[in-house]
């Protein structure tokens, strides 16, 4: 660099004096002296532009060459994972480890139609005739003090059952001895008619966290009117009614019991109670005889099995049993 700028100086110096000796200088004919200084100006303009070109050109030639450009690929996306995330969830349990859990439960159960040889029991009936094996099942009949002494057995019972339909007595200790069993993600059946005579007791607090309570005593004589009783689905997709048979409503009835025909619910504050049927088809809070609850582990129904055909509320019973155990297993998932 410093030797180019040296050069271009010296080469400035040469050329100013040349242009200042230019022959004819101090005298002579002024036109001729005119031209010659256009020439030495000329000639003096052009060795200074060849003078800055060579010095730029050596100037440049000194300078380091730029560094090469070098590609930098855009990163890698990799997902994050996470120890606590969805993705390390265990997998739910399949619908076949279900069923086999069912085939399997323990199974408590208080039916006092045992005890009436007029009567051929629903429930016991229903429960032989889907296959359970494995698992530990005892019908009580109506023998309440048996009821009592299984429940508080360490058999860790998943279902326990009452239907009580006989018109000759009622009792509510079996609801106190079902609530720790509900408490702890129990299944749960109840079929009952007096519901009217027992509210203030120990049905009440399962009631209230079922978020079902008494709407009125529901009554029939001997004149009855069999479309005032007929029962509507509210919600004709609910699994309860479709899984593992499709059901119709018990819409047409031939009563055994008159006098007292059951108790019509009504929805209440807390729970998450749902009236599947009713007497009415488009009363979805009251008028209710069949509910559920708990997430799907409670049913409640307040009709007498009985009071219907059979080859309807014997493939509603087994989905009642169905419906609660599936929900009982993936509770306790």
Known sequence: ?????????????????LACNVPGSTGGDPSIQETQMAIGVQQT??????????????????????????????????????????????????????????????????EDAVGDPSLVPVVGSTINSMNFSGGRIINTGDALGKFR????????????????????????????????????????????????KVINGKIAPILSNCGVTLFRDWRRDNTYDPYNYSIYWLDKNHPLLSTPSIVSPPSYPY???????????????GGDATLVGGLFPNRNTDYGVLAVCMGGRMVIQTFSSHDYKWDVVQPLWRNYITYTLTNHYEYGQ
């Not at 700028?5 to 010296?10: I, L």
């Not at 326990?160 to 509900?182: C, L, N, P, W």
């Not at 009563?255 to 504050?269: M, R, T």
């Open 255 to 269: 009563p055994v019991w008159f006098g007292d025909a059951g108790d019509l619910l009504e929805l209440s504050a």
């Open 45 to 110: 303009s052009m060795a200074i532009q060849q003078a800055t070109l060579d010095a730029s050109n050596g100037s440049a030639a000194t300078l380091p060459p730029p560094p090469d450009a070098t590609y930098t690929p855009y990163p890698t996306y990799t997902p994050e994972t996470s120890s606590g995330g969805a993705a390390d969830a265990p997998p739910q349990a399949s619908q076949a480890d279900i069923n086999s859990k069912i085939k399997a439960s323990n199974i408590l159960i208080y």
């Open 1 to 17: 660099m410093w030797r180019a700028r040296w050069r271009f100086g010296v080469l400035v110096l040469i050329i100013s004096g």
């Open 149 to 196: 002494d299984n429940a508080n057995s360490a058999t860790n019972w998943d279902l326990m059952i009452v239907a009580a339909e006989v018109r000759t007595s009622f009792s509510g200790e079996m609801f106190e001895m079902m609530y720790d069993h509900i408490d702890n993600g129990g299944a749960v059946i109840i079929e009952v008619w007096y519901i009217d």
